[in-house]
């Protein structure tokens, strides 16, 4: 053991008055006998300054580990007599707000340190890296931290962002704003979904369209394959009774050969490949739950609910599966897979013919980066279709908008968007209004949504590092304090 009289002072919390006494050292532990020296203290109730002695008592607190070995403090604080004879305070301990809470076992500053392990690691984590620093609080103790700190008062934010993220997926929706200014989350609070579509589309977005369901799409992709096989057919058989032989054929209209064997005798054109929707346990309750959709019931567990008092037998995934579903393709913006077809072109050369996907990305990429083949093909395709020629220029100047930040001409293109052929952009144009102000916040002011993804991203990391068990609660505070 070692002991010393002498010991640095900085080491201690500093408080007026506080003298060291002594220190023992062991293998595990720094004990610091400590004693607070003032000649006076103020009574909490009356806070008339008074000397004149009770008595003195010891306190054990924990205080920062040094190198690793944990710190014990035994410091010995008086009691004093209060001076005022109406103060219903008689006796009072003398109060050391900087080094340690009335009643606490721990001082402020390690007290502040397992707050910041609770905020950035939470409960088990922080307890496990703690424990190798030489400090101890249990899992427990951390999260209790986290709920009972003070929440940051602040100042009236000049621009916010906000945006939704699912506490449950199909359950319980939150919403999270955040500061830009000062790069921080004010607030981040759920709602129960039948509050969440309420407040969120108020503006009367949802009215809802009837979403199309997963099976419908499968139905309407298979259609679509077999009339572009049909229009093969057509074309290899028109060859073939013109004369022209097998390898010609698959040369002029870039198919296989197998291709071309296999439809130049047809003689009527292929049948379609059966989309064969195979039969689900959900199937008889589907429409019911669209109805309900339709009246505005998103609350995934009140619908299972629902149909399993009708006798539906299974799980409740099954519900969440279509649930989830329409809310993607209820909520979703943008059009239905029928606009982009509207525009389709037949090229001669298959080679050169872009999927659908890759002729829209040529819609919104930049002139300038255009190679001369994308602008020629460009070209073709407004040639081909007034509505696409509208929709190709709305698109560029909406996009040039949005990069420039022209909020000024946002006006302007509605009006145009209005009076185009595209049917597209006009219900486009259409769904802007319904939110004309943010739209034009939007196209005005440089403030991004970045952050608020950002901060959307470190709380499902946050919500995910507590196990699924975090309370809501919970994690607001800690998503608030970590900010
Ligand atoms: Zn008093």
Known sequence: MYSSKKPPMTLLPKAPGLTLEEVAIDAEMVSLSVESTCPSAACPLCTQKTAR???????????????????????RVRRFRSLRSECPRKIFAERLPSVVEPYA?????????????????????????????????????????VRGSAEVAYSQPHAVGIDDWAFRRGHRYGTMIVDLERHAVIRTETESPEEDNATCFSAGSLTPKRPRIWYERQLEASRGRHERIVEQWRNIRRLHLAGADVHDIAKRLGVSRESVYRYRRMEEPPEPVRFRH?????DPYVPYILRRWGEGCRNGTKLYREVREQGYAYGASNVARLVAELRRAGVGSGGSANDRTQGGVLLPDKATVPTARQAAALLLKRTQKLTVDQKAYLVRLGTLDKALADAYRLTQEFAKMVRRLEG???????????????????RFAKGLKKDLAAVRAGLTESWSSGPVEGFIHKLKLIKRSMYGRASFALLRSRV???S
């Open 278 to 282: 195979k039969k689900r346990v959900l």
């Open 105 to 145: 076992r721990k001082t402020t500053r390690l007290h502040e340190i397992l707050e910041l392990f609770g905020f950035a690691l939470g409960g088990e984590g922080g307890t496990r890296l703690l424990r190798r620093l030489g400090m101890k609080a249990s899992p427990s103790t951390l999260l209790r931290y």
């Open 408 to 426: 000024e001409k946002l006006d302007w293109w509605l009006e145009e968007a209005d009076a185009s052929e595209a049917a597209v952009m006009r």
């Open 53 to 75: 002695l009770h008595s003195r008592y010891l306190r054990t607190l924990a205080d920062l580990p040094w190198g690793g070995c944990s710190v014990r403090l035994s410091l």
């Open 480 to 482: 608030l304090g970590a």
